[in-house]
């Protein structure tokens, strides 16, 4: 049916879910009675923009490697590139659940129970380098299976672009955490700030690798770009938070 096909069943796919999410809302909780508050409204954009732009960052972060490949190499190498980006970041729906489970726990004790606020990002700092070196190994000495197993051999320059890329993962996933947690100690100002710069630093090496290394150049400036980033918001999260991983962590990488 072609791509307009594929849009129209995402989009019927959508609306089915909204559906029976609203039956499942109104068999366990009363039907909210809508009005208008002003001052919270203007209360809560202030707080969450910062976090709509985050967003916004975010994807352009994602998307200007393929932009940039496709002027400065051609279409060809954008598929290419493709097959291993999208394994890359498909991967980050395990940061993402951790990350979600892990903001409400902090928001809600940072201020009054500093102690076992620290616990808790300490135990998913623990689980997301449990999670993410070995996906980091595996994903790297099995390069070539994975992409020749979903793709097909025809993606085979595919391969090293992923080797590469998975390298990032254990650095993408603590950013998303500690991202995650600095909007919960209300300080999605300064993540918001990274991010803009993470773009600007990631448009600026995207043009002097991918001329050079082509699509490796690309997949380079993203996992540098992934490392930038852990400096910054890893530096803000030392200075609010006392890192102390468990021994078990060392046990299980090992």
Not at 10 to 22: D, E, F, H, K, R
Not at 144 to 150: E, G, N, P, Q, V
Not at 202 to 216: A, D, T, W
């Amino acid at each position: 049916g072609g791509l307009y096909s594929v849009c129209c069943v995402y989009l019927s796919g959508s609306v089915i879910g909204l559906i029976i999410n609203i039956f499942i809302f109104r068999s366990r909780f009363k039907w909210p009675s809508l009005s208008i508050d002003i001052a919270f409204i203007k209360s809560s954009l202030k707080e969450s923009y910062p976090f709509m732009l985050l967003g916004f960052a975010t994807i352009i972060y994602m998307k200007v490697n393929i932009i940039m490949i496709s002027k400065l190499i051609d279409v060809a190498a954008v598929g290419t590139y493709n097959a291993a980006a999208n394994l890359f970041y498909r991967i980050s729906f395990v940061s993402d659940a951790i990350s979600t489970a892990t903001f409400p726990a902090v928001a809600q004790l940072f201020i009054l129970q500093r102690k076992e606020a620290i616990a808790v990002l300490n135990t998913s700092i623990t689980y997301m380098l449990l999670l993410s070196v070995p996906i980091t190994v595996g994903g790297t000495l099995l390069a070539d299976s994975i992409i020749s197993l979903i793709y097909g051999t025809d993606y085979f320059m595919a391969i090293p672009v992923f080797s590469i890329l998975v390298c990032g993962i254990p650095m993408m996933f603590l950013a998303t955490l500690f991202n995650y947690v600095l909007g919960a100690i209300g300080l999605q100002q300064y993540a918001l700030k990274v991010a803009i710069i993470l773009v600007i630093f990631n448009v600026l090496l995207n043009s002097l690798l991918i001329p050079v290394y082509g699509i490796l150049g690309a997949a380079m400036a993203t996992v540098l770009t992934q490392f930038v980033s852990l400096i910054f918001i890893g530096h803000k999260i030392t200075k609010n938070f006392s890192i102390n991983l468990s021994i078990r962590i060392y046990v299980g990488l090992i």
